[in-house]
């Protein structure tokens, strides 16, 4: 059973930068998708940014720039945020899913079936 735990939110001014952490544990010898989603009150989950297997980054375009996914071992994640906004105030979750036996392919946002609890950021203006 693959788990997942997020750490290092908080509250920051804009401009100011901060790390995410995302330890997770059970995820055997496949290759795996990670990412970061966020969700904002009233809103709905959105993605953030992805790792895949084989370690390409893919971010949205509303971070691009300032926000790096990186992976520097199965089931670790970091989202290093810089340039912070307001707008990047949200509760944020790490997530993934099995890609399968061996590294390679395209992952989707829609296939993450685990998820940590999440970790708050705030950005105040």
């Known amino acids: 059973q693959v788990q997942l735990a997020e750490s290092g939110g908080g509250s920051v001014q804009a401009g100011e930068s901060l790390r995410l952490s995302c330890t997770g544990s059970g995820f055997g010898y496949s290759a795996w998708c990670m990412a970061w989603f966020r969700q904002s009150p009233g809103k709905e989950r959105e993605w953030v940014a992805t790792?895949?297997?084989?370690?390409?980054p893919r971010y949205d375009d509303s971070v691009k720039g300032r926000f790096t996914i990186s992976k520097p071992r199965k089931g670790t994640l970091f989202l290093q945020m810089n340039g912070l906004k307001p707008e990047d105030t949200a509760l944020y979750y790490c997530?993934?899913?099995?890609?399968?036996?061996?590294?390679?392919?395209?992952?989707?946002?829609?296939?993450?079936?685990?998820w940590g609890q999440g970790t708050q950021v705030t950005v105040s203006s």
């Open positions: 790792i895949d297997s084989v370690g390409d």
């Open positions: 997530a993934a899913y099995r890609l399968g036996p061996k590294p390679g392919g395209y992952c989707y946002n829609d296939q993450y079936n685990y």
